[in-house]
C-alpha cells in the first residue's frame, strides 16, 4: 500500500474527530513550543551575553562587595554584611599604577524621576567621565559627564535610550530639566540604544557621582560615614595584563579591609570572562530545568496520543475487520495506524515549532528577552514528535495489526 | 474446490460449551451455485467465516484448491482473502466516509493494484452492479440495496474464484432481493464463478442449483435443485 494513501487514511479519520485530533495533540504542541522557544531564548542569551562582554570591554575587571558574584549563591546577607568604600576606589587610584587604561567608582540606586506628566521609578547612576569609555558607550546627542560636572557637583544628567524616549517621546531632551527623586537635574546628553542585552544603558540616568553624593544619594550611600559605592570598573590595557592587575586589586583591597590571610574574601575581583561563566552556569542550570519540563510535556503528550489511539483502534474494530477481510496484512495495518499516530504527533511538532517559533519572537520583538530561531532546535523538536508518535504509536498499532479477522467484524 | 471434513467450531463459554460446528462435511467443485438454509444459530455464519477464511475451525480438515488452510500463515491467509475469495457481508461493512469507489478500490490496494489501473477495475466492479452513477458517494448518501451493490462490486473487484454472501438479501425488499439474485446469477453464469450463499428464504434459496441445510451445526440435508428460477420470472405461488 502505498505511503500516500496511508497519509489520506489517517487525514481522513483525524478530520472525522477534529476536536479530539486537536486536544490530543496539545500536549505535544506545548512540549515542541517549550524546546523551540527554550533553545532561541539560551541561545539568544548566550550571544547577548556573549556581544555584551565585547562591548563592554573585554579587559574589564568589577569589584564587587560581597562573596564570589554568583547568582546562586549570592544571598542578601552577605552582601548586606559587607561595602566597597569611595576610599577604596582612591586606594585602587595610588596603588595600582601600570596596565590601567581607567578605573571608575559606580555607585547607583533606583529614584522616581519626573517630567511633565510622565513619571517613573529608574536606575540612577553615579558615574565619571571615564565610565563612558570603560563600558563604551556611544553618544546619541549631547554629551556625556564631565570630570568638570563632578569637579562643581552640576545637577546634569545623562539619559538612556529608552529612558529618554518615555520621558520626552520625539521631543529633544537636551538642555530641559528633570526631576529626580524632587531634585532638579538638566538634560546634558542622551546614549545611544544597546538593546535588549544584559546590563544594558538604556533603562538608566547617568549623574556625576559627586553630585549624588552631595545632594541625591543621602544616607543611604553612607555606612559609618563613609561613602560606599556599588563597585568598581578597572579597565585593563592587555589580556595578558588581566591577573597581574586582579591579584593586585585583591591584595590592596584585602589590607585595607584588614582581613587576616585566612579570612574569606568580603569582595570580589570578577572579569567580563567569570561573569560570563556565571551567567552561562546560571543559563545552564535553566535550560536543564526547563528542559525537564519540555520533555515531561513530550512524555504526557505522547501518552496522551498512545490512549487516544487505543480508543480509536477499538472504535474501529470493525473496519480493521473488513480490510483484513478483503486481503491486509498484519504489517500494512500496523503501518497505517502507526502512520496515523506519527500524522498526528508531527501534527502537533508542526504548530509546536510554529508557537515556539512565535513564543521566541515575540521574547526578542518586545525586548524582554533576545532569541536565536536556529534551524537545530526546530529539527531537533521534529525529530521529538517523530520519535514520540513512532514510540507510542507502536503499542496501538500493534493491537490493531493482532485482531483476529473475525472477531473485529463481529465486534459491536 | 473446496473440500470440509468432519468441521468442527466449539465455543468455551465458561463451563458450557457450544458446538457452532458439530461435524460438517461437503465438497462444493469450482463453478458451483449453492445456497445454505437452516435456523437461525444454526452455524451457518461460522460455517461462511471458516469458508471465507476468516475463521480457522477448532477441529476437522478443510482443503481449498487442494491445500490445507490450517498450514497457511498470516500473510498467506490475507493473500487468500484477497483474491481468491469475495466475502459479501450481511451488515455490508462498508467504510463510512468513504467513496462507493474507494470502497471498492480497497481490496485491489491491499493487492497492489495502483493508479490508474486500479480505479478503472474499481469503475468496471461498481458499472456491473449497476452504479456506475454513484461512485464518488459515501455509503451514508445510498439506499440498502445501494450499499449492497457496493459491497458486492468490492467483492468482485479481484476477479475471486469464490464469491460468498451471507444473507445478501436479508435487509433488502423482495423487488431489490430480486435483482441481487439476478446480479448472482448472471455473474456466474458468464464468469464461471463458485457462488455461496446464505439464506433463510426458500424462495430465494430455489434460484441455486443445490441446497444445502444445517441444523445444530451439522449438515441435515445437501440436495440438487434441478430447475433453478431464473430471477426475475414472475414469483409462482408458494
Ligand atoms: N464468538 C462466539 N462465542 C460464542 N458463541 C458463538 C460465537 N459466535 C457464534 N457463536 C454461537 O455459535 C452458534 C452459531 O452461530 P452463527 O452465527 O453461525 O449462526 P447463524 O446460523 O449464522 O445464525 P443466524 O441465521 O441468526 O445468522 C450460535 O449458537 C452462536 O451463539
Ligand atoms: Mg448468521
Known amino acids: ?50 556581544s555584551q562582554i565585547q562591548s563592554g570591554g573585554s579587559n574589564l575587571l568589577t569589584v564587587s562587595p560581597g562573596k564570589q558574584q554568583n547568582m546562586m549563591s549570592g544571598t542578601g546577607q552577605s552582601r548586606q554584611a559587607s561595602h566597597m568604600y569611595y576610599d577604596d576606589y582612591q586606594l585602587l587610584e595610588r596603588g595600582l599604577a601600570s596596565n590601567i587604561s581607567a578605573m571608575v567608582p559606580v555607585y547607583q540606586s533606583s529614584y522616581t524621576v519626573k517630567f511633565g506628566g510622565e513619571s517613573f521609578n529608574t536606575n540612577i547612576v553615579g558615574v565619571m567621565e571615564d565610565h563612558k569609555d570603560v563600558r563604551s558607550f556611544a553618544i546619541a546627542e549631547g554629551r556625556f559627564i564631565t570630570d568638570g560636572d563632578n ?86 590595557e592587555t589580556t595578558s595584563a588581566m591577573d597581574t592587575v586582579s591579584a593586585q586589586a585583591e591584595y590592596l583591597i584585602r589590607r585595607s579591609h584588614e582581613l587576616a590571610p585566612t579570612d574569606e574574601l568580603d569582595f570580589s575581583v570578577q572579569s567580563q570572562a567569570d561573569t560570563l561563566e556565571t551567567l552561562n552556569s546560571v543559563t545552564q542550570t535553566l535550560t536543564i530545568f526547563l528542559g525537564a519540563i519540555a520533555g515531561i510535556s513530550l512524555l504526557v503528550g505522547g501518552i496522551g496520543i498512545m490512549n487516544i489511539m487505543l480508543v480509536t483502534v477499538t472504535e474501529r474494530t470493525k473496519e480493521i475487520g473488513l480490510r483484513k477481510a478483503v486481503g491486509a496484512t498484519k504489517n500494512q495495518i500496523l503501518t497505517q495506524f502507526l502512520i496515523e499516530t506519527v500524522t498526528l504527533s508531527l501534527l502537533g511538532g508542526i504548530l509546536g515549532i510554529l508557537l515556539g517559533v512565535g513564543i521566541a519572537l515575540f521574547f526578542s520583538v518586545t525586548g524582554l528577552i533576545g532569541s536565536v530561531i536556529t534551524a537545530n532546535s526546530i529539527l531537533l523538536a521534529f525529530f521529538f514528535a517523530l520519535v514520540i508518535g513512532v514510540f507510542f504509536g507502536l503499542y496501538p498499532a500493534f493491537r490493531a495489526a493482532n485482531l483476529h479477522p473475525m472477531v473485529a467484524l463481529r465486534y459491536e | 474446490m473446496i473440500h470440509a471434513e468432519e468441521l468442527m467450531k466449539v465455543y468455551q463459554m465458561g463451563d458450557n460449551e457450544v458446538r457452532a ?21 444454526s452455524g451457518k455464519s461460522t460455517l461462511m467465516s471458516i469458508i471465507g477464511c476468516l475463521d480457522a475451525p477448532t477441529g476437522g480438515k478443510y482443503l481449498l484448491d487442494g491445500v490445507a488452510v490450517e498450514n497457511l500463515d ?42 490508474k489501473e486500479r480505479e478503472a477495475r474499481a469503475m468496471k466492479a461498481l458499472e456491473r452492479v449497476g452504479l456506475g452513477d454513484r461512485t464518488h458517494h459515501a455509503p451514508s448518501e445510498l439506499s440498502g440495496g445501494q ?13 475471486p474464484a469464490i464469491l460468498l454472501a451471507d444473507e445478501p438479501t436479508g435487509a433488502l425488499d423482495s423487488k431489490t432481493g430480486v435483482e441481487i439474485m439476478d446480479l448472482f446469477q448472471s455473474l456466474h453464469r458468464e464468469s464461471g464463478q463458485t457462488v455461496i450463499l446464505v439464506t433463510h428464504d426458500a424462495y430465494v434459496a430455489r434460484h441455486t442449483e443445490r441446497i444445502i441445510r444445517l441444523s445444530d451445526g451439522a449438515i441435515v440435508s445437501d440436495e440438487a435443485n434441478l430447475n433453478p428460477i431464473k430471477a426475475g420470472t414472475p414469483r409462482a405461488e408458494e
Open chain 1, 1 to 50: 500500500m502505498l505511503f500516500s494513501e496511508n497519509i489520506k487514511i489517517a487525514i481522513r479519520a483525524l478530520r472525522a474527530n477534529k476536536m479530539r485530533s486537536v486536544l490530543t495533540i496539545l500536549g505535544i504542541v506545548i512540549g515542541v513550543a517549550t524546546v523551540v522557544a527554550l533553545l532561541s531564548i539560551g541561545e539568544g542569551a548566550t550571544a547577548s551575553i556573549t
Open chain 2, 21 to 41: 460446528l458439530d461435524g460438517a462435511s461437503f465438497t462444493i467443485e469450482k463453478g458451483e451455485m449453492v445456497s445454505i438454509m437452516g435456523p437461525s444459530g
Open chain 2, 147 to 159: 450499499q449492497q451493490r457496493v459491497a458486492i462490486a468490492r467483492a468482485l473487484v479481484n476477479e
Open chain 1, 151 to 236: 569637579k562643581s557637583q552640576s545637577l546634569v544628567a545623562v539619559l538612556g535610550d529608552t529612558v529618554a524616549r518615555d520621558l520626552f517621546g520625539t521631543l529633544s531632551p537636551i538642555g530641559k530639566t528633570i526631576s529626580i527623586n524632587g531634585v532638579k537635574f538638566q538634560v546634558a546628553g542622551v546614549l545611544e540604544s544597546k538593546g535588549a542585552s544584559l546590563g544594558s544603558p538604556d533603562d538608566n540616568i547617568f549623574i556625576p557621582i559627586e553630585t549624588g553624593y552631595a545632594k541625591l544619594f543621602g544616607e543611604t550611600a553612607l555606612y559609618n560615614g563613609r561613602k560606599t559605592v556599588n563597585n568598581i570598573l578597572i579597565s585593563v
Open chain 2, 74 to 115: 498470516e500473510t498467506q491467509l490475507a493473500e487468500v482473502r484477497g483474491r481468491k475469495i469475495g466475502f459479501i457481508f450481511q451488515q455490508f461493512n462498508l467504510l463510512a466516509r468513504t467513496s462507493a469507489l474507494e470502497n471498492v478500490m480497497l481490496p485491489l490496494t491491499y493487492a497492489g493494484v495502483t493508479g
